[in-house]
């Protein structure tokens, strides 16, 4: 078989195991509806104001860094595994990558981008 | 029997082990922290409190199910859904043992370390989106904690596996594992393997990276607003996430299932559910030592701090594997 189609059936297995403990408390649990029980936590006082409006900002600016920073970081691993046959050329050529990597890094390190203001 | 039979009944006994595994490190963190604690732990419910896992299970199915009005139906129940598959999706190519016989791993695939990579990264989805789906206010900011943290830690923990891949020159868990039998790579990845640790508690979101959950702040963080068994779905893939994780550091850093000072005469994978194990008290033992990290701390930790080491590790690795191998 291939190499992916145990990891195929074993999926499919997980899948349906997850399913099932989804589906059981629809079965399993008591059902006592009640108009309180259905509010939204907020420390057992009536909820004051509706949820959303402002955000900070910085979690945009986090999510973006990731981005660019994990897809950099992707392109690590093809080189990693050929390492032993790329030799001087490859640390080369990876220097360099990280050199253009480093000077990114340091602008938004500059600018404050892991600042958690 | 045919072959895929076999994959199957092997697919339900590993889940089987899993679940298992899950329900007496939950007891076990239990004993644990409370003889940290100078307690007994739970006691009361089978001896030594074996039976707890079982009591907790039934009483959790049996809960009410509820769900806030201001939630979203559909998302609220498909995020412990997400998180409880992730979890379980992992281990279709953890090999326990040595592949030779094909017996103690579902798949050996080559590209073990991508899958991985790939499979625990959308994790975070469940997170997320049960936290944003609840429409309540402390889960909203729990979530949105959580997946700029675990986003964050993911970067220098995949950074951190690369120092092992240049050693090892291959991806599959299978070539990792066996490219350790002389050395294991901890001891010349040992910067790596630090991060690792760091990496692997603040992405399964446990003490002292535990900011997601913040008792006293945030109420439990993404999943104030579930109960009973969906609430228990979120904490069984909290505790398969460390379980996984461990095994990751077991393959990777600590040689797998390769015996210490040649002692060959144990079986290879009671060594590795030794490795594991040990992985799992260390959780424990940090969740009773450590305070919780702050926010800010936690943020520039991951960017600043382990970032940086992680890359120069690779280079220094790298400029070492040129020059002499």
């Not at chain 1, 973006?64 to 920073?69: A, E, G, H, N, T």
């Not at chain 1, 220097?95 to 390190?109: D, N």
């Not at chain 2, 899958?115 to 949105?144: D, E, N, Q």
Request: hydrophobic fraction near 55%.
């Amino acid at each position: 078989m291939a190499p992916y189609a145990p990891v195929g059936i074993y999926l499919v297995v997980a899948l349906a195991a997850a399913l099932l403990f989804t589906g059981l408390p629809g079965l399993l649990g008591r059902r006592k509806p009640n108009p309180q029980k259905s509010d939204p936590y907020e420390c057992g006082v009536e909820p004051t104001s509706a949820l959303g409006g402002r955000f900070p900002v910085r979690f945009y600016l986090i999510a973006m860094l990731f981005v660019v920073f994990d897809v950099e970081a992707a392109s690590f691993y093809p080189w990693a595994v050929q390492m032993h046959a790329l030799r001087l050329f490859g640390l080369f050529e990876m220097v360099i990558f990280v050199i253009v990597l480093a000077i990114g890094y340091a602008y938004v390190w500059k600018k404050g981008g892991f600042q958690w203001r | 029997m045919p072959i895929w039979l076999v994959v199957l009944v092997k697919s339900g006994i590993l889940l089987f082990v899993v679940i298992t595994t899950f329900a007496y490190a939950m007891l076990a963190e239990r004993k644990v922290m409370g003889w940290m604690q100078l307690r007994p732990g739970p006691n009361r419910v089978g001896p030594w409190g074996l039976l707890q896992p079982a009591a907790d299970a039934a009483k959790l199915m049996l809960k009410e199910d509820l769900m806030p009005r201001t939630a979203d139906p559909l998302i609220y129940r498909l995020a412990p859904f997400l998180s409880l598959l992730t979890a379980f999706s992992v281990y279709a190519i953890i090999p326990f043992g040595a592949s030779s016989a094909g017996t103690w791993a579902i798949g050996n695939v080559n590209a073990g370390v991508l899958f991985l990579l790939a499979i625990t990264s959308l994790g975070v989805y469940g997170i997320s989106l049960g936290g944003w789906a609840s429409g309540s206010k402390y889960p909203l900011l729990g979530s949105v904690r959580a997946t700029a943290q675990m986003i964050s830690y993911e970067l220098a923990m995949g950074l951190s596996f690369i120092g092992v891949l240049i050693l090892a020159g291959t991806t599959s868990l299978d070539g990792i594992v066996n490219a350790q039998q002389r050395l294991w790579f901890f001891i010349p990845q040992f910067v790596a393997f630090v991060v690792y640790v760091i990496t692997a508690v603040a992405e399964t979101n446990r003490s002292p990276f535990d900011l997601v959950e913040a008792e006293t702040e945030l109420v439990a963080g993404f999943h104030t607003e579930y109960s009973g068994l969906r609430f228990g779905l979120f904490f069984i893939a909290e505790y398969v996430n460390m379980l996984t994780v461990s095994c990751i550091a077991s393959l990777l850093f600590l040689g797998g299932w390769n015996a210490p000072f040649g002692w060959t005469w144990v079986p290879g994978i009671v060594w590795f559910l030794l490795k594991v194990g040990f992985f799992m008290f260390f959780y424990i033992w940090l969740r009773s030592t450590l305070p919780r990290f702050r926010y800010d701390r936690l943020m520039a930790f991951g960017w600043k701090v382990l970032l940086p080491i992680a890359t120069l590790n690779l280079l220094v690795t790298a400029v070492v594997v040129a020059v002499w191998s």
